[in-house]
């Protein structure tokens, strides 16, 4: 058998250090397009990272060879102490319902994606959406939040919308800030807390990797507002 086999794909925060991955999971880096007007329309995929089985990931924003940890963390003296609510998903969202499709919104989520922006937002585009445009807009906008804070479900079925991810790992970055964003986790992976916890498993999340969150270990959108930028 080999190591693919098995590992099972996770992220382990570690207490005061990075995130260790294990389980053979690609690393690409993932950038917010936008338009001329600044507003974040697609995804697009930048380079793929060398294969790795295992690595760590920078969690405290200082490494010199980010997304990589180097071990900063300890020269500086990071605290990367975990402080984010650990309630499932849906204890944590607000549902808003629209005619065809709803809304469900965990706001503590938000990693600053802006995608649930245009044409209006989100939060209008789901009371029209009995309307094709407009429920094809929203859905899209919403599965294209990273964090997963917004989820659109479809009213006939009762079932969630969600975008077919395999396991992987997106760095993302934000040209029309002019910043780095968070680490975006895909596909169903396994977060891990320094003390063992395990995170309930979503298909998008997304975690701080510029060390300045007060949601750790999750993206609350700080990077932008202290420009965090990884040189790459
Ligand atoms: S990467 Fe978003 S707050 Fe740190």
């Not at 298909?203 to 609350?220: E, H, I, V, W, Y």
Request: aromatic share 8%; hydrophobic share 35%.
């Amino acid at each position: 058998m080999d190591d693919k086999d098995a590992v099972p794909a996770s992220v382990t925060v570690t207490r005061n250090g990075p995130y260790q991955v294990s389980g053979n999971l690609p690393l690409s880096r993932q950038v917010i397009g936008s338009n001329a007007g600044g507003e974040s329309m697609r995804w697009e995929a930048g380079r793929d990272y060398p294969h790795a089985t295992r690595y760590s990931l920078c969690r405290c924003g200082h490494s010199a060879n980010k997304p990589f940890c180097d071990g900063t963390h300890q020269r500086i003296a990071f605290d990367g102490t975990e402080t984010a609510s650990r309630e499932p998903y849906a204890a944590q969202a607000k549902l808003i319902r629209g005619p065809a499709m709803s809304l469900t919104d965990a706001e503590a989520l938000c990693a600053f994606g802006r995608f649930c922006d245009p044409n209006g937002s989100v939060w209008n585009l789901v009371d029209a959406s009995d309307a094709a445009a407009a429920r094809a807009a929203f859905t899209r906008q919403t599965c294209d939040c990273p964090s997963g804070r917004l989820v659109a479900w479809d009213n006939a079925t009762g079932k969630p919308v969600e975008p077919a991810y395999a396991p992987s790992i997106g760095v993302i970055e934000d040209p029309a800030k002019d910043c780095g964003g968070p680490l975006w986790l895909r596909g169903g992976v396994q977060l891990v807390g320094a003390d063992g916890f395990r995170y309930e498993v979503r298909n998008r999340m997304t975690l701080c990797r510029c060390g300045a969150s007060q949601n750790k270990p999750f993206c609350d959108g700080t990077h932008a507002a202290i420009g965090f930028r990884d040189g790459g």
